[in-house]
């Protein structure tokens, strides 16, 4: 029996003159490491705080923010798939007003990296929490989840329309000079497209990959397991979705990429850097070992200095093709 | 809060499907009734996510505690079979638990099927406080009765729906059966139908009513918003971080 | 130890009065029943013959034939994944003439319903395949692969492009009477789009869903697991997806629809079902367990006795929203 | 070809990481060397695919047959922790095995690391046909090395990599040093630097050489197409179905 030193600093004390520099860069921002923890599934980073060192942390992606408060999905919101997760939390948040009050400041109390998830409705929606964060002082940077069903264009999300992509992210760089990532949907026939448009609006990076929609069915309640029917499939089974996104979309634009999807250990986030991410987000798996973004930190690192690897931004020009 | 990898001390068939599995558990991370650990069943992704059981009881002077689980998935096939010595890599106490009764209240526990575990651990913190329960379990049948773990003295009750142990009828009949002008305060788990009885019981006779709910649960410690119970009130509280234990007489039960 | 005895009839022996109805109709074609096993899993229906009783299949859907042979892609072609698997196996077939000549008599020799599978690269190349097979006297019905990369829509599937699937279905519905179905691509913003398409241009029937797009990496040797990088994603990993597609598409669309997509067991089938299938077929589970097509009617037959479930239609109205 | 659910009957260690499994195999199912067979590791979807493993001997008089397996991933570290008792889920014999080498040609067996197991049962096999053969097994080094297994006798030799044990170097310097003028048959099973380098030899020396190839592997059965084995002709062989023994002569190895 003995507690899992969750907290100890990746890396550790031998000393190897060969230190691989682990910083990337997203637009102004300049992320200590690569290793990020995703949107929704980290809260507002105060929940996972005692389970572990959350300054080694890369970057918390925030839980999405609303303009006005989310009170969420109806319940249940979750279901076990094979190798999978699907959710329905729909959005569930305190609000901007609630956020910028009761939850920034311990964020920013925090040394590590901030990128604030940012939901809505309209463009509008995206653009009043951005404005209202910035008006509090701002955080290092926003992802904007376009991958809600949108209200104006007849329920599709804005995230499979690529002119909606360009409008929203065009709208929400007009109101802030910070790290600006959005936050792609695999949900579509070709993601390039909505990279590109992401791109040509101004993002700094496009992350990839939200969730892809799926249903599951408790056939002896003849009933869909979820209250919304279908939800967001997330974990390991969309992994090699994942891969393939930021494979494509890493070759379709000039901006740096975020991966994510099914990452559990340091060989799933390096596939996501050899195919062509420059940092990536660890979400699911942190359900399943709440220090799994910290180790897989660790595995990079260690993998760097194995392959005698540099920089983060290297190891995607290591794919042989 | 912690998370350690432990050894399993012993797996026992208690009933028909029912597994009690003792092992060692640190000071440092003392529960209390109706807080819950969640448990990654193995390796892998299959089954993918921990999952969530009720501590059912804890020794601190010998560092152990127990779960009973029954076996219905993967995961719970998983730990069934698991051997004394096995790792087992747990993260708790998580939740709130139970708020002892006030004072003058008759504290009266009701636990349906598997319900059973926490509900175990309070009426032995009961005990040892010197404060007597009532306990009342009601099962499906007599197999699925864990004989051996029944508290022994008086006000320890048993209904079977089909009669096979105890008297036929559910908990919540039990309960009812309770002079209406007592100071009960009704402490619960169990399914959906038994923990509604007991509300609608409550309401009407003004009765407080702590219940330990279920949910699906993806973290487990409040972070993704995924176990939430609906409230009649509109709304919803996190059965992991807000609960377990919650006010019964508050959650939207159907 | 004792020998799997994989060719015992669905059913059994025991005479309960309540026979259900097991039989699916599509177009002109009556199945016996809901189960068969789905394109490229299961060859021509001769390697699997000896580990069970072919006939007691619902239909075998063959791999896919295409006017020329095709020796197929390089290899690696597989690559195993969480819950899935990734092939590329790129449409490796004898090619019309041979198909005919070496391979039909003997699918036609058994008793159970064919239905080939047809690709190609252009429109022209579905229409060949099929006059070909009818020339010769036919099959009982054909299943359009339109997933596979179009070399004249600039490397986009067909299946990604309502008009083109329109297209193709319009062109073979013109060569065929026989029961026509068209097998939807996941990899699309919306399904519903395609199915119409289908629908309108005289399919019989769809099936949902194709291989989702995805890709793994083989971290130490830092090359994709797959010689051609990317490859299509099967089994349980993806069938909440599937699950999703099917409930989708059978509100778009008249016609039956076909659910396929990680089906192990009878529970899996009966989510497709409950979800809107009218028939299913069982892929790569195959690859686990060769007779889980029929152990997966046989738990169907089971479910309906249990619960007095006449006819396998009904099935879809059962699910509680 | 048969499927069956078959019992282990003992699993032992036989080098760092590899392991001897020994289960009941029914004679309808009698396999030829280098004929292989299939078995799911465990139930549930991690791993989700049966694995391919050759046979390394057989014994019709007891029912019983033998694979040895090299610990890599999950399926083999889940075979490699089962206990005699175990259930084994298995199918097979699968693809075709080597022929009996032409009437004046000597068999040369060269077994690189893994690829041992259908080796011992061709060495055996010849032996019982009173067919003396050679037998060079090739490892990285003494660890890997199953020496409980290497058949007694003359001709048997080993090569390690880094000299730990038999002579230093490799299984294809062991076969160099053959004399050019001898007509030698080769057969092979083992990593694709050694299989091409064998067929460097075979092809200058105009030697014949069955080689005994391994492909990631779906159906096992010849249905999927996914074992294609590139061929140095352009076009494939199904590794499964056509093979696994194959001409190593006409197999592209790079
Ligand atoms: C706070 C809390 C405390 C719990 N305490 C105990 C305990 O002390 N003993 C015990 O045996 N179980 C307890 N449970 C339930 C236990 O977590 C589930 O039985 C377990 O997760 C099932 O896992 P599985 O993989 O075996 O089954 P799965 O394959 O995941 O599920 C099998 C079936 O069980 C049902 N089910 C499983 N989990 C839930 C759930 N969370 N909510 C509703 N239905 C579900 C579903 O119908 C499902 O189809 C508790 C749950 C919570 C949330
Ligand atoms: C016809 C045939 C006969 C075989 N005979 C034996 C045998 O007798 N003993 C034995 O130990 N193994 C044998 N193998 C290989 C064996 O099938 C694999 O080692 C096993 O499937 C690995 O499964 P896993 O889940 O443990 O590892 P995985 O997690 O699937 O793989 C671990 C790593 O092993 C390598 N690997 C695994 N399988 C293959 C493969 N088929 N081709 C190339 N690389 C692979 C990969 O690099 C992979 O990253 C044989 C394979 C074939 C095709
Ligand atoms: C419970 C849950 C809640 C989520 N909430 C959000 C959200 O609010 N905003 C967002 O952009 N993505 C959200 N996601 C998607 C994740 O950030 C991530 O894109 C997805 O889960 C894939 O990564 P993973 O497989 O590592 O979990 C959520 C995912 C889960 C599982
Ligand atoms: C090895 C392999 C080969 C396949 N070949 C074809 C094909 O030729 N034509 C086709 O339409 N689908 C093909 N498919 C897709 C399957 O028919 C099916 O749509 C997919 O695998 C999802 O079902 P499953 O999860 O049950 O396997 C192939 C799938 C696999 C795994
Ligand atoms: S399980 Fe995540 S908030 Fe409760
Ligand atoms: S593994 Fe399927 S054809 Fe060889």
């Not at chain 1, 393939?244 to 975020?258: G, H, Q």
């Not at chain 1, 690192?301 to 690897?309: D, G, I, L, S, T």
């Not at chain 2, 406080?129 to 006000?155: D, H, I, M, Q, Y």
Request: proline share 6%; aromatic share 6%; with cysteine.
């Amino acid at each position: 029996m003995g507690l899992n030193d969750a907290t100890r600093a990746p890396g550790g004390a031998e000393r190897d003159p060969f230190a691989p520099d682990l910083s990337v860069r997203i637009g102004p921002l300049v992320l200590p490491n690569p290793v990020g923890v995703a949107s929704g599934t980290f809260g507002y980073g105060e929940e996972y705080a005692a389970l572990l060192d959350t300054d080694a942390l890369g970057a918390i992606y925030t839980k999405a923010v609303t303009v006005e408060p989310r009170a969420g999905n109806p319940a249940p919101r979750l279901a076990e798939t094979p190798a999978g997760l699907l959710n329905s939390i729909g959005l569930a948040n305190p609000g901007l007003e609630t956020f910028v009050r009761d939850k920034l400041p311990a964020l920013r109390a925090r040394r590590c990296r901030t990128i604030v998830n940012v939901a809505g409705a309209t463009v509008d929606d995206y653009v009043r929490v951005v404005e209202g964060i910035e008006a509090s002082g701002g955080v290092d940077g926003y992802e904007l989840n376009v991958s809600c069903p949108n209200v104006k264009s007849g329920g599709m999300a804005f995230g499979t329309d690529p002119r909606l992509v360009a409008l929203v992210t065009e709208s929400v760089r007009r109101a802030t000079k910070r790290a600006l990532v959005v936050k792609l949907s695999p949900n579509v026939t070709d993601i390039a497209e909505t990279a590109h448009a992401a791109e040509d609006a101004g993002a700094d990076a496009v992350s990839a990959i939200n969730t892809l929609v799926g249903m599951a069915i408790d056939v002896k309640a003849r009933r869909p397991r979820l209250a919304m029917k279908t939800g967001g499939l997330s974990g390991p089974a969309v992994k090699p979705v994942g891969v393939a996104a930021v494979y494509r979309v890493s070759r379709a634009v000039k901006i740096p990429v975020i991966g994510l999807g099914g990452i559990m250990t340091a060989g799933d986030a390096l596939e996501y850097l050899l195919a062509g991410a420059d940092a990536v987000q660890v979400g699911t798996a942190t359900f399943v070992e709440p220090d799994a973004a910290l180790r897989v930190l660790e595995g990079i690192e260690a993998w760097m200095r194995e392959n005698r690897v540099a920089r983060v931004a290297d190891i995607k020009n290591l794919l042989e093709e | 809060m912690v998370r350690i990898d432990t050894e399993l001390l012993s797996n026992r068939r208690v009933a028909e499907g029912y597994f009690e599995l003792r092992f060692r558990w640190p000071a440092a991370g003392r529960p209390a009734p109706g807080q819950f650990l969640t448990v990654r069943a193995r390796e892998g992704s299959d089954p993918l996510l921990r999952r969530p059981f009720a501590f059912a009881s804890h020794d601190g002077t010998r560092d152990e505690a127990t779960i009973v689980i029954q076996e219905r998935g993967s995961a719970t096939r998983a730990l069934a079979t698991l051997e004394a010595e096995a790792k087992l890599d747990l993260l708790g106490p998580l939740g709130h638990g139970f708020a002892f009764p006030e004072r003058g209240t008759e504290p009266v526990l009701v636990a349906g099927g598997i319900g059973v575990g926490p509900m175990l651990f309070l009426r032995a913190a009961l005990e040892a406080a010197g404060t007597k329960s009532r306990f009342v379990l009601g099962a499906r049948t007599a197999a699925l009765v864990p004989e051996a773990l029944l508290p022994r003295g008086a006000g320890v009750e048993v209904r079977t729906d089909d009669g096979s142990l105890g008297a036929k009828g559910t908990a919540a009949d039990a309960v009812t059966a309770l002079l209406p002008e007592a100071r009960a305060a009704l402490y619960a788990c169990g399914p959906a139908p038994l923990m509604a009885a007991l509300d609608r019981i409550a309401t009407e006779r003004g009765w407080p009513y702590q219940a330990a709910v279920e949910e699906w649960m993806a973290c487990g410690v409040g972070a993704c918003m995924g176990c939430a119970v609906p409230l009649k009130s509109g709304g919803f509280l996190r059965a992991c971080a807000d609960g377990p234990v919650l006010d019964g007489r508050l959650v939207k039960w159907d």
